[in-house]
């Protein structure tokens, strides 16, 4: 009984010198190396030359070679990857599939989609046709999707060059902040050193500086107004004088009688109350001030005459100037030289104040360094998807997906983002399994539309695997990515 099967075996594992199992590559691996009749043909074995063995004991389901090339078309050998079972699947592509996996009842279509892997049991007809039909279809798909993705990733690219632009315009900001911090740090602890009250951070001229011509001109307006004023008082004096002289008593006008009255009170006390050459003294004067003062600010302003000698507000501002300014804005005054005199005490505070300040600079300046050394893909890509999270709802439990970002299930979380590498991203540091390691999730992208969760498996204890959809995936593809990708619709078949 066992002799007419193994027989069986071999008419169908042996027909007219094809071997099944092996591809036509490699058939001229298995000819016989003598004798001219069946019974006399001799084969060796092709890990161990050094073995000969019947050629009618290939693929007699009893391993002979240590190889396990005797047996690539049964499972009677240990699974050795260089044996693989070769599916000719005509009509659509070939495959192969593991030896232990032959005549085990189960229909691989994904690998054999002819059922030659089940060449004893006969329980997989041919399904090559149908299948192909869904592949050209497939392979359709994904060349629109890329084709419909190619804007979609030009878009991405954009957004991810405006993203790393504004972190890099960021670091420069925070970068001149910090000089600026320690340049102010110096002065202040230099006056600290020194004893002094007050500060020299700034001079007085360049904080009157926008003061300056505001005096000048006000100054001018003034001595031009009481100039008007004057000639105007001089003429109206003429002509009261003249209807005071000329105008008759005896005739009974009252509003010229009032008038003529109120201008002989006026003339009687015009010199206690009118002094109009201390006017234009104090005009002059003014006017005197808002020059020295511009002369000054263009003086000190200039480098070559800077030196520790230049007036600070605290001793300048008691001076002349703020009773110039005050006429102008004495609210704006106060708020200055309140600004630039400060007790030892306060500038305690503000040193304190400024390192503070140069600390917290540091570490903004460090993260955004580190983040601009990050691999974020091709082009920086993947900064476009920074913030972006995707929620889905598998086997009962509840997924949030937070791209670049963390993971969690029910709450669980199931790791923080780690690094991109190989295209795919990495998260690690999870919740602690219960006596298990800590989470782990791998995201791995495939051609999509948008970013959706395909599918979520455990393949090893607490470690995640998720495929995300996204159009980041959608390269062009060749025929052996579009192979890999492609699942058959069982329900089709």
Known sequence: ????????????????????????????????????????????????????????????????????????????????????????????????????????????????????????????????????????????????????????????KQDAIALKDRVEAKLESFRQENVNLVDKLTQLEEAQAHGFVGTQELSVYDEISSYTNKVAEKAADLEATHASTSQRAKKLEAILHNLLTNYNPNFNDAAVKEAVNKFQDYLANKEDSDDVSGISSDLEQLNEYAKTVMVGESHYSSPETFDHTVPTFGNMIHYYITKIFRLFDAEAVDQLVLKHIKTPEGLDVEIDSTRKGISTLNKNIETLEADLAADYGPDDILRALVGKWVNTNIGGYEYKVGLLNQVYQDGNLLGVYS????????????????????????????????????????????EYHIQVSSPLSCQKMSQSDIQKSFKIDYSRL
């Open 1 to 156: 009984m066992k002799s007419s099967i193994i027989l069986g075996i071999y008419a169908v594992c042996v027909v007219e010198g094809h071997i099944m199992g092996v591809s036509p590559e490699k058939q001229h691996l298995y000819e016989p190396i003598t004798g001219s009749n069946d019974a006399d043909k001799k084969w060796r074995c092709l890990g161990d030359p050094s073995i000969v063995i019947d050629y009618s004991q290939i693929n007699d389901d009893y391993c002979d070679c240590p190889d396990g090339s005797d047996e690539i078309g049964t499972n009677a050998c240990k699974f050795n990857q260089s044996n693989m079972f070769y599916c000719a699947n005509d009509g659509h592509i070939p495959g192969y599939i593991e030896n232990f996996k032959l005549n085990d009842g189960t229909c691989d279509y994904d690998r054999c989609c002819d059922g030659s892997d089940e060449y004893i049991t006969g329980n997989c007809p041919n399904k090559c046709k149908e299948i192909h039909d869904q592949y050209v279809m497939y392979e359709a798909l994904m060349e629109e999707k890329v084709r419909l993705a190619a804007s979609t990733n030009t878009k991405l």
């Open 419 to 462: 690094h991109y590498k190989d295209g795919k991203l990495y998260y690690i540091n999870g919740h602690r399994c219960w006596n298990g390691p800590l989470r782990s999730a791998v995201i791995e992208f495939i051609c999509g539309d948008d970013q959706q969760v395909l599918s979520i498996a455990e393949p090893e204890k607490c």
